[in-house]
């Protein structure tokens, strides 16, 4: 079966800092894609960054990137120079097939000023 | 812009009435849609997969003559929480697939809509 873990319910990070989110998955199936939304107290989901199963460099999009390490099935998300607008539920995610994406319980990230 | 438009954002009503969402796909057409539910500081939890013209699939738990959906256009799919009850309040979100994408390809949410039953 395939599951998604996030083991920090909150995280606290001073603004201008580098804060990590991390995320781990189980999955028999050798192709498979991971992500990082973000949700800000407005609920909307949004979409932060993507790796593939078989990409060879890690991820990364403007202050986000994904640190892959397959062989331990981690994928945590690094934010670099956190800023009071990241302060937002983090939810790492995976394609289980067919389209379907499951979600891991999520990380409460609050910046502070 | 907005992808996906959901809609309403916020209902509140009486228990027993029965409650109408819908999730529009803006940019293209859509035959599959996503259903999700999310309770306060909880993850999403899928209901269920909407497929355009034919029967919606569910996921185990989720009762499908409580949550009708109805798929009858590639733009629109519909959530239709029937009879509704305070234990059915919660956060629905829909999600949608381009059409010729992988399955390892992010989807595209909608705002979501808050449900709170008195």
């Known amino acids: 079966a395939q599951k998604i873990t996030q083991t920090q319910p909150g995280m606290f990070v001073q603004e201008k800092e580098a804060v990590t989110l991390d995320c781990t998955y189980d999955?028999?199936?050798?192709?498979?894609?991971l992500f990082w939304y973000k949700q800000p107290s407005s609920g909307e989901m949004i979409f932060l960054i993507y790796?593939?199963?078989?990409?060879?460099q890690n991820a990364t999009e403007g202050r986000y990137s994904l640190n892959f390490q397959k062989a331990r099935k981690s994928a945590n998300l690094v934010i670099s120079a956190s800023q009071l607008g990241d302060s937002a539920m983090y939810f790492c995610?995976?394609?289980?097939?067919?389209?379907?994406?499951?979600f891991g319980a999520g990380t409460r990230l609050f910046v502070k000023a | 812009g907005a992808v996906v438009s959901q809609h309403p954002s916020w209902v509140i009503c009486k228990s027993g009435t029965s409650v109408k969402i819908e999730c529009r796909s803006l940019?293209?057409?859509?035959?599959?849609m996503f259903w999700y539910r999310q309770f306060p500081k909880q993850s999403l939890m899928l209901m269920a997969t909407?497929?355009?013209?034919?029967?919606?699939?569910?996921e185990q738990g989720v009762e499908k003559d409580k949550f009708l959906i109805n798929h009858a256009s590639l733009t629109l799919s519909t959530l239709t929480v029937t009879s509704a009850h305070p234990e059915d309040s919660s956060f629905y979100i829909c999600?949608?697939?381009?059409?010729?994408?992988?399955?390892?390809?992010?989807?595209?949410f909608g705002d979501g809509t808050r449900l709170s039953i008195l």
């Open positions: 999600s949608v697939v381009e059409p010729n994408s992988y399955s390892n390809q992010p989807q595209h």
């Open positions: 999955t028999s199936d050798p192709s498979y894609g």
């Open positions: 790796q593939g199963s078989y990409d060879q």
């Open positions: 995610a995976m394609g289980a097939g067919g389209f379907k994406t499951i």
């Open positions: 940019d293209f057409q859509a035959t599959t």
């Open positions: 909407s497929n355009e013209g034919s029967k919606a699939t569910y």
